[in-house]
């Protein structure tokens, strides 16, 4: 398989196979050089503050964050934290092979021999094991966030199951008392609607649980012994 890494060619006199006008990268030459290549080397924003360079389009960032809120739906305040991570951690992550493609799209070009050299092949192998390590990096931050939201949302979900169960147990028991009930007379944040509509499917599941037992995990009842083909006993002949 072809290596997209192209082998560093030393400075030689020009051949008939080698331009007279142009070198390719073999190191930086100078100490400004190296300096140079070393700031580039850097300049990738994947720990700036802001997750959006200035030369992406902040547009598809929005609708990147979007998709995130939209697919996670967070309900309070670290939720919405949670998610924005999310978010900016994939967007940092998605950027990486972009990045790479550059730095070795970089370092395969060619230089003029009136210009100094400023980024190799070294450079670019310095600069491609540093994304690496970056990417892991992000990838445990991004695990962990989706895990913690994950937990947290599950959590909340448990609690208002719990509480919509309690709330529709209280509802019907002022139905069959006849008197009225408010679910904030308890201390509930859902509307009576919302209760009664979780009270209705309760009744259905367990209407439905109760008929998928008795169809598919009650044993059958022995029939009776004239469906058998077996006559019924009958007292023995007295001689």
Known sequence: ??????????????????????????????????QRSSLNALRHGLTAASAVLPSEDRAVYEDHRRRFFDEYR??????????????DTSWRLNRIPLLEAEVLARAAAPVPLDQEITFDIVDAHRLIANLAIQGQR???????????LREIQADRAE?????????????????????PWEPADHGFVFSKDHVAQFARRLKHLNEARHIEYVLFHMRPLSPPLHE????HLTSPLVS
Do not use: C, W, Y
Not at 14 to 33: F, L
Not at 74 to 87: G, M, N, Y
């Open 228 to 231: 058998t083909g077996v006559s």
């Open 1 to 34: 398989m072809t290596n997209p890494i192209p082998t560093p060619i030393p400075n030689q006199p020009a051949t008939n196979n080698q331009s007279p006008t142009t070198n390719r990268s073999t190191g930086p030459r100078t100490p400004a050089g190296k």
């Open 138 to 148: 992000l990838s445990r931050q991004f695990q962990k966030s989706l895990e913690t």
């Open 74 to 87: 967070p309900a309070t305040p670290t939720e919405s934290q949670l998610v924005q991570e999310l978010a």
């Open 159 to 179: 609690r208002q199951r719990r509480d919509l169960k309690d709330a529709a147990a209280l509802l019907e028991l002022h139905k069959h008392k006849g008197t």
